[in-house]
């Protein structure tokens, strides 16, 4: 892997959430290869230190996706043309909560602010569109893009969480074969790191459940690099557009990265087409391609 990224020092990549785990990780992977990459993060105190950690070629900007006019800022501040798009970040929803514009927290966070983003950010990306899904999207068998918040069905941490996942699967769905349409020589793929010993439960309500929950991916999960490494076979291997790619091991849980199936449901161009619009409608950012 890491002959195949050197081979692509000095072209430009915006990762998301790039302070901690996947993000991290990937920020890091590509920052030592050479690339030139774009850290965008909430928190762009602790974004400097990781830039000074990774090394190269790094530029920090604040983001944060669970805000729609920090969306548009982002935008608005990049200046130049990039290579590739990471849409990294992302958060499993321990509370019922909403985002600033008011949407639930997962659907807000994991969907709409990566949404509005990509959108923004197209006519300046010249190669690749990478969004880290979850295989968690399974737990999901419909998605209602009239109740994306859940205010009309029950809610709860694992289920909006998947409910969230299959948004992104969806609209990925949507956008490989938006940019196909166009003739775009951008393309769109999606990943699933598998189970990942990430931070992603350490909140100050869960700390037993947390030390649980780390226990146990020590055994059984990735670590952050393995679990970046979907992603980055996604920036240096030859595969087809719109591919899922995810990894190898037993229960999907850890392993080497390779192309992955996907749900029923997250295969219906219909629901895909109509939770796009939904999108649209909700963030006020329309796709600049048709």
Known sequence: MNDRLTALAGRRVVVTGATNGLGMATARALAQAGLRVVLAVRDTDLGMQRADQFGGDCEVLPLDLADLSSVRAFADTLDGPIDYL?????????????????????????????????????????????????????????????????????????????RSKLAVMLWGLELDRRLRTSGSPVSAMLTTPGWVA?????????????????????????????GAQTTLYCLTHPIAPGSYVGVDGIWALRGEPVLFGRSTAACDFESAARLWAKAETLTGIPCPIS
Do not use: C
């Open 86 to 162: 990471i849409n990294n970040a992302g958060v499993f929803p321990h509370q019922h909560r909403r985002t600033t514009d008011g949407f639930e927290l997962g659907i807000g966070t994991n969907f709409l602010g990566p949404f509005a983003l990509t959108n923004l950010l197209l006519p300046g990306i010249e190669r690749r569109i990478v969004s880290v899904a979850s295989d968690a999207h399974r737990g999901a068998k419909s998605i209602d893009p009239d109740d994306l918040d859940l205010t009309r069905s029950r809610w709860s941490p694992p289920r909006a969480y998947a």
């Open 198 to 226: 990430s931070n992603i439960s350490n909140k100050p309500h869960l700390g037993m459940a947390h030390k649980v929950v780390q226990g146990a991916a020590a055994r059984f999960a990735n670590n952050v690099d393995a």
